[in-house]
Every structure is written in structure tokens, then in C-alpha cells.
């Protein structure tokens, strides 16, 4: 980036975050209006010989009933074949969410008149370029990470100081990629005071949601470490609601049987109440868990590598990343060229 003082730099980096700020903003502000005005307005239709919907009214006439359906093509069907029309009312945004969520995504018809936010979503990505395209990590680097885009990395950019993120840890902890006290995942707790940027958590979040969806190196490394966390999905939790909790038993523990969801606490309390005395329970980790703790290791991953290729591009030292591995050995990973 074009050197620049420090005030300069702060003031662009406050413009930066107001962007990234205001272009989430708008870009929910367009979801929502998209999926409640398009379910609100959308009668789908039920065949005799159907138990779902097979596709969206567009007219009636003479005994027939023309449809579109998921595939997006139009077709007639006599009235006497239809066992329901559902007709599309619905009270809030999330009622009329759930509804249009049973289409595929691809599917769905766009609506116009969330058009202008689309527009301004694409001036502020297009601003946000430009600012970005004079960080050297970005140009160098970032630009050819598949599922990286300028969005995200100038909201890493705004939000991080490298020169105060003297350790990875650091950075992690801002973040919110870090572990607290008790060696869990940090959750926003009331009347305490989180320690981490929340913008920056979703950014990242945001970040590697993108890479899952595209292919190259760190989707790759999500594969790996998925597949890894498959082959580790046995622990051992202590006799506590918390650990227990949303895991699967994977021993009998009186009525409690093998293969049982612990759905929640209090489901937990129950199994360790039918334990006398209460003992470290084996446990399996489902597969949602399991894909998230690959995608949290995976952006950790990406965080450590992001450190050490700015900070170096800021000749600030560094030192080696270390991830941990299977049966709890550290180890590094190479840098992904895209």
C-alpha cells in the first residue's frame, strides 16, 4: 500500500469498516425483502399423486392450471388433478423464509424491486477495491484465494492492526478463534464483556464460509481436517451438562442407550443422574459438530497464514504456525498459493 501516515491510515481504515458495515447491512436489508416479498406472493400446487409442492402458479384458465416448476418450466394441468393449491399468506418475514427455503436456490425468481440495493451493494464492493487494491497482502496474495474477495479482505484489513497482533494467538483472540478459560469456543455471555471484535468474527466467518463453497487450497484443508475429525469423533466427556450436550452417547448408561442424542442440558442431567457415581462418559461427536470444528480449524489455519504473510510484508517478526493435529501433535502447515 502506498505509504501513508499513521492518521491517514487510520482514517482509511474507518472508511473501510463503514463500508463493509454498510454493505452487510444493505445486503440483509435485500435478502429478506427478496425471500418475504417472493413467498408472500408465490401459490404452489399439489398434484393428486403428490405429497409436495410441484411448482408455482402463474395462471387459470378454462379447467386448467398453468405452473412453473422447480426446474423452471411451464406446463398445464386440469383442475381435476390437483389435490391443493397452497396459497401463499404469510404473517412475518420468517414464516414466509421457511416457505420459499423449500426451493432450490437457483430456482427462485428475482424479484425487481430489491434491484437498488443490489446496485448499492455493487458501488460499495467497487469502492472497497479500490481502496484495497494498494495493500500489498491483498495484491500479492489474497487476490488468489479462491473464496476471497475484496469485501472480506478489507474488513480484515480495517479491523486488524498487525503491529499490535505481535503473537497468531492474538490475532485469533480478536477475532474470536480463540478458546476461553475453559477450553471451550467463546460465546457472548450477559453482563460480561467480550474480549474479541465481533465484526471481525463474522468477517472471518463470512471468509470461510466463501472458501467451503469454492475449491483450491484451503477448501482442501476443510477436507482434510473434515475427514480427520471423522476418524477422532470418539472423547471422553466429563460427567457435564455442557460437554455432553449435543453429542451422541456412545455407551449405554442405563435406560440411556448407544446411538442417543443428548439433545440438550437437561437431557444431559438426566444421563448423568442414572450414573451412580457419576464417571467420565465416551461420547461421539455428530456430524454437524464435526463439520463445524473442521471449519473453525480451517480458518484458524487461514488466520495463522494471514499473519505471517503481512507481517512479514511489514517486516515485523514472525515465527512458525502450528495447528493441532491427530492424537494432539502440533503442525505446520504450508501456505496455499490460491
Known sequence: METKTKPQENEAKRRCADLVDAYYMIQETRKRLDLREQAMCRDEIILLDEKK????????????VTIQGVTGQER????????????????????????IYRWPVGKRIADVSSDIFLQMEKDLKREMEGIVREWPVWSKWLVNIKGIGPITAAGIWAHVDIRIAETVSKLWHFAGHHLDAEGRVPTLKKGVRRSWNRRLQTIVWNGGESIVRSTGGYRALYEQFKAEEVADRFFVARPDQNEMAGAILAEDIGKHKMG???????????????MDPPRPVKMERTPGHIDRRARRKMRKVFLGHLWIVWRTEEGLPVTPVYIMGREGHNREIPIPAE
Do not use: P
Open 260 to 274: 442417543k442424542r443428548v439433545a440438550n442440558a437437561s437431557s444431559a442431567r438426566s444421563i448423568i443422574a442414572a
Open 53 to 64: 409442492a410441484v411448482g408455482r402458479i402463474l395462471g387459470e384458465e378454462n379447467g386448467t
Open 76 to 99: 398445464d394441468i386440469e383442475k381435476a388433478k390437483v389435490r391443493r393449491i397452497l396459497r401463499a399468506r404469510f404473517d412475518d418475514v420468517e414464516k414466509a423464509k421457511e416457505a
